[in-house]
């Protein structure tokens, strides 16, 4: 409303809708651009945020994995020292059989050992509390599902579980060969690669783009990252397996 004031005295003007708009318009505009600059701020905000989650689930895949690669290294040094020990002897013979995660670990097998197999003696002074608790043969430590296998009696490898269900292995072969595989327990939440190592000691791993091996869906051991299908199968390095993965060599 506008207020006139002339010879009569004071009067009131309606003011027409031109003037009202003309006289809020900067006000209007002003709180427009400020709405903009809050919601350009929070939009910033997300992506950020988003960027952060991705980066903090990235860097705790890496260091997953990192230790993954120190954990094979402790199984090769507890291997060594099980073979140097004697430990899959027979009535005290001295044998240098590789042994399955629950003997290296010095724990009771959790199978129904066959004769050729006393509880181990010795005590491992390489593996950590990590490899503690052993469940059908596998551990279960950060993400991550580690299992041995040894040659079999039948051809192929057998697991410890295998073992405890009457599976024989093939002692000459297991003196001389071991494979050891780690993969996660969810595929790429918990890890992106799949990893392997036998007694040459070379860590190996190939990135399971498909999501192949996780958690029960274990690696078929001596086809995957291997090159062959045979007991005395070698690892893939530089290569693709019998499944189309590439494997290359970590150290």
């Not at 207020?3 to 809708?17: E, F, I, L, W, Y």
């Not at 006000?27 to 809050?38: D, I, N, S, T």
């Given at each position: 409303m506008e207020?006139?004031?002339?010879?009569?005295?004071?009067?009131?003007?309606?003011?027409?809708?031109h003037e009202v708009g003309d006289a809020r318009?900067?006000?209007?505009?002003?709180?427009?651009?400020?709405?903009?600059?809050?919601?350009?701020?929070?939009?910033?905000?997300?992506?950020?945020?988003?960027?952060?989650?991705?980066?903090?689930?990235?860097?705790?895949?890496?260091?997953?994995e990192h230790c993954v690669f120190v954990r094979l290294k402790d199984i090769m040094s507890?291997?060594?020292?099980?073979?140097?020990?004697?430990?899959?002897?027979?009535n005290g013979a001295q044998s240098t059989r590789y042994g399955f995660l629950s003997e290296i670990r010095d724990k009771m097998s959790g199978r129904s050992r066959p004769s050729h197999i006393e509880s181990c003696p010795c005590t491992s002074c390489v593996l950590g509390m990590e490899f503690a608790q052993v469940e059908g043969?596998?551990?279960?430590?950060?993400?991550?599902?580690?299992?041995?296998?040894l040659p079999a009696k039948d051809g192929g490898w057998a697991s410890e579980l295998d073992v405890a269900k009457g599976r024989e292995l093939d002692l000459q072969k297991?003196?001389?060969?071991?494979?050891?595989?780690?993969?996660?327990?969810?595929?790429?939440?918990?890890?992106?690669?799949?990893?392997?190592?036998?007694?040459?000691?070379d860590i190996h791993c190939s990135r399971d783009v498909h999501g192949r091996y996780s958690g029960d869906q274990a690696p078929i051991a001596g086809v995957t990252g291997c090159l062959e299908e045979a007991a005395d199968s070698i690892l893939a390095h530089g290569v693709n397996d019998a499944f189309g993965a590439y494997w290359v060599i970590l150290g």
């Open positions: 207020q006139h004031v002339d010879s009569d005295g004071p009067r009131v003007v309606a003011a027409t809708a318009g900067p006000g209007r505009l002003r709180h427009r651009m400020a709405v903009a600059v809050v919601l350009g701020f929070l939009a910033l905000a997300v992506v950020y945020l988003g960027l952060v989650v991705r980066d903090t689930a990235e860097l705790r895949v890496f260091r997953r507890a291997q060594a020292q099980f073979c140097a020990d004697g430990a899959a002897g027979r043969g596998r551990i279960f430590d950060d993400g991550y599902i580690y299992e041995i296998y297991s003196q001389k060969q071991f494979l050891c595989y780690a993969w996660p327990e969810s595929a790429g939440r918990k890890g992106l690669r799949i990893f392997a190592t036998d007694r040459v000691g």
